[in-house]
């Protein structure tokens, strides 16, 4: 941090932390167990929350801390509402991350020693792809977050990321084994976490994957059920796969690409007409095909010719089907992993050419109106997407039409690539699609109208196609084929299944964007043989649309998310070849994926404690004294299905009567907490198994689901390249926990990314620190303040503000709108007491100092617990404030707090009126500045002047005519023939305006014709603090009927009107009269 001037603040707050800290795990106030049934503590609610178990690849970062810290303030609010609250935490370890990064330590030390020496670095960076570039028909709602930057920073192997977590050579070797990774992240996340605060039962903690034997054999039992009740299948399946790993890369195996998946092609084949080009003649007698990937199938009706690049690399390749397929060698190697080639993921080479060896080659192409088309040469087409070979659809595809239209112009152009005129100047666009608002040959149109000259327009043609190819599918007729008359975007499917059983096309996939895995080789799409989770079967999908129906997703925009989701998602690959993880009980070859073994974990930590023992991989003794071989499905059976019979084994039934209390008792999850990429995947999965595992029993359905925006810091993504990046452990040492956790609920509440601004947290802390030493203040200061009756108007305000600040913050907290709770809670609730002190010159009462110190204390300690848990024990409480109780409100008296806002209001007024009294005019020069007022008479308006009370009148005619006020032509017309108000008119109009904008703020009650309190009573009550605050010598309170005109016309009710006098005062008048006799003195002599 720069600009720190010192840290003595901060190391106090610390040294509070540290001693909080060790009382609370001294008195083990977060270890929570099923009470006993009948028992008091078994009458109050419980809470279960829990956020997604981390991956233990490296330390927590404060992206992590944002997500959970809105699970850890909904636990220390809960708390204070009196429910049970249990907060456990897991630790994941399963998938190819841990596996992968071992595995590029063990290789780096082969292949440079070790300590290894690397080759320096030339800087260079993988361009970027512009594959995005085309609009996507797609029917998926897909998270596009890639982490691998900012996880990793500029660090190029894994030897240098490792060092940059802090470790030495020596420390790092034996990371090249994955069970070390198991044993040494996690306990650095627990202690991080521990530092931080959090609420949670350790005892419950455990790391997945089969070193952990009764976490092992939990996941085990899920998967029997899930197949014993058919919801997993075994089969051919397109999915995102890694050749170099052999098996197919989920999200949590990925370093890019996290959330892409396959995308479907329709493989137009459109046959080369013989005789062959010279590069071709190898293969005369042979099938040869041009195939092009397309996204719009149902636009082959007007194909016109077929692009390639001149300067590109292709390649006929041997297709199983005795067939020759022309393409780039990229997507060859997706095609031999699906099924196009004799030999899986090999690919036959039969030729390599350049786009210039076919262009000009006459092709036979299928639903084109035009006997033969012909190969031509375009110069953008992308070799990173599709095939490399692009059918051209001029008439609605604008990049083809700009294409075309230059070769028809260009002969030079022509002539370069050796295109004959007849192989273009026939070929004209075929209206095939009437769009609405483009007729049909929209590419033709919006060319016209975008006055696009050549296919170098590019950012021309990025709008035109932006324009023409959503529309064009969702809204276009077609116009030609048997599909005529019928919407583009219902025939689409139609079309493709017609081509594919004529052979003219095939089924092609690829993905949707570049995705590299983690152990940097880049996917393709295959057809794997594995065990999937048929999340597409429609009971399923309904049972689970019905769970989501029952659950508390906070905003809208979440639930949207679900739905969308939910709508495209189908099959979901649960097996692989290899990893970390639990074997598949059936088939062993196989393990479970990291998305699949952690959806219904959250109904191991019920009784994760009295298996494990707080020993994370469970190689401790259990204390029920429970080995992992005595889990059986059966046992698992007993403890989560309340109608299942008592098991076979020699566990003894008071152990698994106890087990089975715990589970029933914190059963179902009350609140889930995650990031809102976690939707598209974890978060409906979590859905998805509880109604597989529980069908008949809603009651274990998740309750609610809590989901946040990522968060930047200091309004930039956090990247470690870019060194804004803040790990959990720096943020603890440099904000401390407390300071960290207050900015964390300050940064934001909403889907949409928050803010973590160090400058806030800096702020943060000296706000805590500041509120402590006040603290200090007024328990040493108790003794000399005012006691007795609390009846004054300020007490009685300050009372009344508490109370409202009490209820405002408790709805916050109960909506999870932590920002808004600490706006309500803490900087509102400080306000109060700072208006309160004000408002009394310093002569608070004693009680209600003391209740506002317990309150705040209480509302803040949700966020704040630690220094809140020190202020606590200051103000004499013997109990942990994490079990104390949420503060009772009393009545909140809203015309109290009218009356105290309209004296505030009033005040501010005054002082304004003061300041413009006081400025020397403008123009006279050396003009005295001036004179300080010493008196004033507030003017306070019983009713409105006649005129303006016509005005009130006539807008609350015309709001109830009209359910709400009119816009001011209405408002004019009706009071502009009324004779009372012909001297005002041009006031009229002005006074309407601020009585709108009075409508808005404080609703009918502006138009009412009198205060709803006695405004001169206030006032006159409060004298003693506005001559205070005006520094007057006397303030006078009268009603304006007893005033001039000018102050009966400046005056109405809840405006009153001050005038300012200046009086001299006693002494100055004597010094004044000394002053006059002896200049008279003075002028006497010099006459004489």
Not at 515 to 531: F, G, H, M, N, P
Not at 587 to 604: H, K
Not at 628 to 656: E, G, K, R
Request: some cysteine; proline content about 6%.
């Amino acid at each position: 941090m720069e600009g720190r001037k010192g840290t003595a603040k901060l190391n106090e707050l610390r040294e509070i932390e540290r001693q909080v800290q060790e009382r609370w795990a001294r008195e083990k106030v977060f270890e929570m167990d099923a009470p006993p049934i009948g028992s008091e503590e078994a009458k109050k609610d419980k809470f279960l929350a829990c956020f997604p178990y981390p991956y233990m690849n490296g330390r927590l970062h404060l992206g992590h801390t944002f997500s959970l810290s809105k699970c850890e303030f909904a636990i220390g609010y809960q708390r204070l509402r009196g429910k049970r609250c249990l907060f456990p935490f897991g630790l994941h370890c399963t998938g190819m991350p841990i596996k992968a990064c071992a595995d590029k330590l063990k290789r780096e030390m082969e292949e440079f020693g070790y300590p290894p020496r690397f080759p320096a670095d030339t800087g260079d960076k993988p361009k970027d792809s512009d594959r995005d570039s085309e609009p996507i028909i797609k029917d998926k709602s897909k998270g596009k977050k890639s982490k691998l930057v900012a996880k990793t920073g500029t660090a190029k192997y894994q030897w240098q990321i490792m060092q940059s977590l802090g470790l030495s050579d020596a420390e790092i070797v034996p990371f090249a084994d994955p069970h070390h990774w198991l044993t040494y992240f996690p306990q650095l996340c627990k202690k991080d976490l521990i530092d931080m605060g959090l609420k949670v039962d350790w005892r419950r903690t455990f790391i997945t994957t089969d070193v952990n034997p009764y976490y092992d054999s939990f996941v085990r039992w899920q998967f029997l059920k899930l197949k014993e009740r058919g919801k997993i299948q075994f089969g051919k399946r397109y999915t995102i796969y890694s050749p170099k790993d052999g098996q197919p890369c989920m999200d949590h195996d990925r370093s890019t690409g996290e959330g892409v998946g396959p995308q479907e092609y329709t493989l137009i084949k459109m046959k080369a007409v013989e005789p062959y080009p010279e590069k071709l003649r190898s293969l005369q007698g042979k099938p040869v095909y041009l195939v092009a990937a397309t996204l719009r199938p149902e636009t082959m009706y007007g194909q016109t010719n077929c692009w390639v690049r001149p300067d590109m690399r292709y390649i006929a390749m041997a297709v199983v089907t005795g067939e020759v397929f022309v393409c780039t060698r990229r997507a060859a190697k997706n095609m031999s992993y699906q099924g196009f080639t004799a030999e899986n993921g090999k690919v036959e080479v039969l030729l390599e050419l350049v786009g210039q060896d076919i262009i000009g080659m006459a092709l036979s192409a299928p639903l084109t109106s035009y006997q033969v088309i012909y190969t031509l040469p375009m110069l953008n087409v992308k070799e990173e997407k599709g095939t490399g070979i692009v059918t051209s659809v001029p008439s609605d595809a604008p990049d083809d039409f700009a294409a075309l239209r230059d070769l028809k112009k260009k002969q030079p152009f022509r002539e370069k690539y050796g295109i004959k005129d007849e192989m273009v100047l026939p070929f004209d666009p075929v209206p095939i699609i009437e769009v609405p608002g483009f007729g049909n040959l929209s590419a033709v149109t919006v060319c016209d109208q975008l006055k696009i000259q050549s296919q170098n327009d590019k950012d021309k043609l990025q709008d035109a196609k932006e324009r023409v190819y959503l529309k064009g599918f969702y809204e276009g007729v077609m116009l030609v084929g048997e599909e005529k008359g019928k919407k583009v975007q219902d025939v689409k499917k139609s079309v493709q299944k017609k081509m594919v059983d004529k052979k003219e096309a095939v089924i092609y996939m690829e993905p949707e964007k570049q995705v590299i895995s983690r152990s940097a080789d880049e996917c393709v799409v295959a057809l794997c043989d594995q065990w999937y989770l048929d999340y597409g079967e429609p009971l399923w999908k309904a049972h689970t649309k019905e769970s989501l129906s029952r659950v508390n997703t906070f905003l809208d925009e979440v639930r949207k998310n679900f739905d969308a989701t939910m709508d495209w998602l189908h099959e979901h690959a649960c097996s692989r070849s290899f990893g970390l993880g639990t074997k598949i009980p059936w088939d062993p070859q196989y393990v479970i994926e990291a998305l699949s073994d952690s959806t219904i974990y959250m109904a191991f930590y019920t009784v994760a404690h009295l298996l494990q023992g707080g020993v994370f991989d469970g190689s401790g003794k259990s204390p029920l004294n429970i080995s992992p071989d005595q889990m059986t499905p059966d046992v698992w059976d007993y403890i989560f299905f309340s109608q299942a019979p008592l098991p076979n084994t020699d566990i003894p039934i008071d152990s698994l009567q106890y087990m089975k209390r715990e589970f029933e008792y914190w059963y179902p999850v009350d609140l889930r907490v995650s990031g809102k990429d976690l939707v598209p995947n974890h978060l409906t999965y979590y859905l998805y198994n509880h109604c597989a595992i529980w069908p008949d029993d809603s009651s274990k359905w998740p309750k609610a689901i809590r989901a946040n925006g990522h968060l930047l810091l200091n309004s930039e993504k956090m990247s470690k390249s870019t060194g804004n990046f803040l790990s959990l452990s720096q943020a603890l040492e440099t904000f401390s926990a407390d300071g960290m956790r207050f900015s964390l609920a300050d940064a934001g509440d909403s889907v949409e990314d928050a803010n973590f601004v160090e400058s806030m947290a800096d702020a943060g802390i000296l706000r805590l620190y500041t509120y402590l030493e006040w603290v200090k203040e007024m328990l040493s200061e108790k003794d000399t303040m005012r006691t007795g009756p609390v009846d004054s108007f300020n007490d009685q305000v300050f009372i009344s503000e508490m109370n409202r600040g009490i209820v405002d913050s408790q709805q916050h907290y109960e909506k999870m709108m932590f920002k808004e709770a600490l706006k309500s809670g803490f900087y509102e609730f400080q306000a109060v007491r700072d208006k309160y002190r004000e408002m009394t010159m310093g002569d608070m009462h004693r009680d209600l100092v003391l209740r506002f110190m317990e309150c705040q204390t209480l509302l803040l300690s949700p966020i704040c617990p630690h220094i809140c848990e020190h202020v606590w024990g200051l103000l004499g409480k013997s109990n942990t404030i994490v079990n104390a109780t949420w503060p009772v409100a009393g009545a909140v008296d809203n015309l109290l707090l009218r009356s105290s806002q309209y004296l505030m209001d009033a005040a501010h007024e005054f002082r304004v009126r003061l300041k413009a009294i006081m400025q020397p005019g403008k123009g006279k020069k050396a003009a005295a500045p001036p004179q300080k007022p010493t008196h004033a008479v507030v003017w306070v308006a019983k009713t409105y002047p006649p005129w303006q009370t016509t005005v009130l009148t006539t807008l609350k005619e015309l709001h109830e005519a009209n359910n709400g006020i009119p816009d001011n032509k209405v408002i004019a017309v009706a009071l502009k023939d009324k004779p009372e108000l012909k001297k005002y008119m041009k006031k009229v109009m002005p006074f309407v305006q601020v009585l709108k904008e009075n409508v808005e703020k404080h609703g009918l009650n502006a138009l009412n014709l009198t205060m709803d309190f006695d405004e001169a009573a206030i006032l006159e009550g409060s004298v003693k603090y506005l001559t205070s605050t005006l520094e007057l010598d006397d303030l006078e309170v009268c009603y304006s009927s007893e005033g001039e005109e000018k102050i009966r016309e400046e005056c109405c009710p809840g405006k009153p009107y001050i005038v300012y006098t200046t009086q001299v005062r006693i002494k100055e008048r004597r010094k004044s009269e000394r002053s006059v006799v002896q200049a008279s003195l003075t002028l006497s002599t010099l006459h004489r």
